[in-house]
Nanobody, 122 residues
């Protein structure tokens, strides 16, 4: 059965690190790119990072140098290593699959996971 799921969220102090994982199962969900987005309370969903199966990456300016996205073609999994976390990074983090890793609009991604909560305390 096709499934897209995130894991690895939690509560961390400012300056700490977390690693999120997104697993894709089922051939119907396979797309050329995987992306991470986040949504804080009362705010719109925003782009964080994306990657294609060749390893090309794209990052939002707010996370460049702190977050790193990687992909495992064999396992069908994308990871998001988040370092130097800030309270502004708090939100629900979603992974999604799409056609072009250069796309930063949520509307360009086809399927979404349920999300995982990340809370950064000051």
């Amino acid at each position: 059965q096709a499934h897209l799921g995130e894991s690895g969220g939690g509560v961390v102090q400012a300056g700490g690190s977390l690693t999120l994982a997104c697993t894709v199962s089922g051939r119907t969900l396979w797309r050329p790119a995987m992306g991470w987005f986040r949504q804080a309370p009362g705010k719109e969903r925003e782009f964080v990072a994306s990657i294609n199966w060749a390893g090309s990456t794209n990052y939002a300016d707010s996370v460049k140098g702190r977050f790193f996205i990687s992909i495992n073609n064999v396992k069908g999994m994308a990871s998001l290593q988040m370092n130097s976390l800030e309270p502004e990074d708090t939100g629900v983090y979603y992974c999604a699959v799409g056609t072009n890793y250069g796309d930063t609009s949520p509307a360009r991604y086809d399927y979404w996971g349920q999300g995982t909560q990340v809370t950064v305390s000051s």
